[in-house]
C-alpha cells in the first residue's frame, strides 16, 4: 500500500530502533548490556503509582479536555513558580502525550512548508524527523565539545535566515549533556527578540544538574523574552514516568489555544489515569528527585572515568542528563577484528556485535565523531559495559 511522501521520507528513531535490535540478541540468549535508551532505570516513586491507583478507583477514566485537566494545569502552574519562579496560567498550558507529542503539537501548530528552524547540533533525534513531517527545514549549529557542546550564540544568529521561525534548544541536553549558561540563554533571548524569533526551549531534563548548576529558563530572562519562549517539559525523566505518557508546554495563551484544538482532532485527551498521578507527582514530596539527580550524579563519575581510561576515547564531563557523548573518531579508518570503523554508526554495530554493548551512534544526533551511552543504568553495568568496549576497542 502506498505510503505519502511525508511519512516515506521520515527515519524511525534511531534509539529506538537501536534498543530494539539489542532486544531481539537478549531473545537470541545474548548478554547484551543496554546503554542505548533514555530512560531512568529506577522505579516510579510509589506515591506516584498509588496516586494513579487513587485515580481509577475515584472514577478518572473518562474523557478529560483536550488540553488537560484543570487539576494538572493548576498542578503544574504550581511547580514553573516553584522551580522557575514564573507566574503561569492554566490557560498557557497545554498536556499531551508525553514532550515528544506536544513538539509535534508545536511543529504542527507552528510551522508552514518552507519554514526554517534553527537547531543545535548534537540534537535529539525526533526534533528534524518531526520539522520535516511538517515541511519545514532545519539547520544545526555546531555546539562542540570544546566549548562543552554550547554553541556559539552568535552563530546561531547568523544562521538566521529570512524564513527562520524558531530556535530550539534543550539543556540539559540529550545527548550532549551541555548545559546553557544563564549568559548565553539571556544572549539568545536577546537574538529572539530582534530577530523577531520563537525560542522552543525543551526542559525536559531540567531537574538532572551536575556540580552544584541551576537551570535557567529564557522565559527567565524577561517578560519580552516569555512572549517569545515554548517550554516544553514533562513527568518521564524527573519522575521515572517514561510509560504514563505525560508531556507538556507553556506557552502564550494564544498558541496554546492553537496547540489544544489540534490535539483535539488528533487525539482527545492524554490519559486521564496518568494526568492525576502527574498532579500528584509535581504536588508531592519533591525527595525522590533529588536522590534520582544525585544518584546519576554519581554515575556520570564512574562513566566518565571509565571511558577516558579507554585508549583513544575522550569523554567530556556532562553537566547535566544521564547521557556520556565520548568521541570515538581516533578509530575511524581502523579495521577492528577485520571490521572497518569509518563512522560513529558502524563504531555502535561494531560494539553491539563484539562487545555486547547497545550504544547510539552520534551520526543519528546530527554529528559524526561521538557516540551516546545513557547511564540510566547500573554502576555494575556500567563497570561491566566499559570493560567490554575496552575488550573490543583492543580489537
Ligand atoms: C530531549 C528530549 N525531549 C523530549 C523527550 C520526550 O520525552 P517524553 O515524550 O517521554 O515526555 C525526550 C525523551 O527521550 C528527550 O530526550
Redesign the pocket.
Known amino acids: 500500500m502506498r505510503l505519502s511522501e511525508r511519512v516515506s521520507r521520515m527515519k524511525p528513531s534511531a534509539t529506538m530502533a537501536m534498543d530494539a535490535k539489542a532486544k531481539d540478541m537478549v531473545a537470541e540468549g545474548k548478554d547484551v548490556l543496554s546503554f542505548a535508551l533514555?530512560e531512568p532505570d529506577f522505579p516510579t516513586p510509589p506515591d506516584v503509582c498509588e496516586a494513579g491507583i487513587q485515580a481509577i478507583r475515584g472514577g478518572h477514566t473518562k474523557y478529560t479536555p483536550a488540553s488537560g485537566t484543570v487539576r494538572l494545569k493548576k498542578a503544574i502552574c504550581a511547580a514553573a513558580e516553584r522551580d522557575l519562579g514564573l507566574t503561569v496560567t492554566p490557560a498557557e498550558i497545554c498536556v499531551g502525550n508525553?514532550?515528544?507529542?506536544i513538539?509535534a503539537d508545536i511543529f504542527g501548530a507552528m510551522v508552514n512548508p518552507g519554514d526554517h528552524v534553527i537547531l543545535v547540533a548534537p540534537y535529539?533525534v525526533s526534533y528534524a524527523d518531526l520539522i520535516e513531517l511538517f515541511d519545514g527545514t532545519f539547520t544545526a549549529v555546531e555546539a562542540p565539545a570544546d566549548r562543552d557542546f554550547v554553541p556559539d550564540i552568535a552563530a546561531i544568529e547568523a544562521a538566521v535566515t529570512d524564513r527562520t521561525i524558531a530556535v530550539l534548544i534543550?539543556s540539559p541536553s540529550?545527548p550532549s549533556g551541555g548545559v546553557f549558561a544563564q549568559e548565553d540563554i539571556a544572549a539568545l533571548a536577546d537574538v529572539a527578540v530582534r530577530r523577531n524569533l520563537t525560542i522552543i526551549s525543551?526542559e525536559?531534563y531540567k531537574h538532572i544538574l551536575f556540580d552544584g548548576r541551576a537551570h535557567f529558563s529564557p522565559a527567565m530572562v524577561s517578560e519580552e523574552a516569555r512572549k517569545r519562549t515554548i517550554i516544553v517539559d514533562?513527568v518521564?525523566k524527573t519522575y521515572s514516568m517514561?510509560g504514563w505518557r505525560i508531556?507538556w508546554s507553556i506557552a502564550p495563551a494564544d498558541f496554546t489555544k492553537g496547540l489544544g484544538t489540534l490535539q483535539s482532532q488528533m487525539t482527545s485527551n492524554p490519559n486521564s489515569i496518568a494526568q492525576e498521578a502527574a498532579a500528584d507527582a509535581l504536588l508531592g514530596p519533591q525527595d525522590a528527585v533529588e536522590a534520582m539527580r544525585a544518584e546519576f550524579g554519581q554515575r556520570r563519575d564512574v562513566i566518565v572515568g571509565l571511558l577516558n581510561a579507554i585508549p583513544g576515547v575522550s569523554c567530556r564531563r556532562p553537566g547535566g542528563a544521564f547521557y556520556a557523548f565520548p568521541d570515538v573518531s581516533s578509530y575511524f579508518g581502523k579495521t577492528l577484528r577485520g571490521r572497518k570503523i569509518e563512522t560513529s554508526t558502524d563504531m555502535s554495530m561494531y560494539l553491539l556485535d563484539e562487545g555486547l554493548v547497545s550504544t547510539v551512534p552520534g551520526d543519528a544526533f546530527g554529528v559524526t565523531d561521538n557516540i551516546r551511552l545513557s547511564f540510566a543504568c547500573s554502576t555494575e553495568d556500567i563497570r561491566r559495559g566499559c570493560e567490554r568496549i575496552a575488550e573490543a576497542l583492543a580489537g
Open positions: 533514555g508525553g514532550a515528544k507529542h513538539l535529539w534543550n540529550n525543551d525536559i514533562g518521564s517514561t508531556g
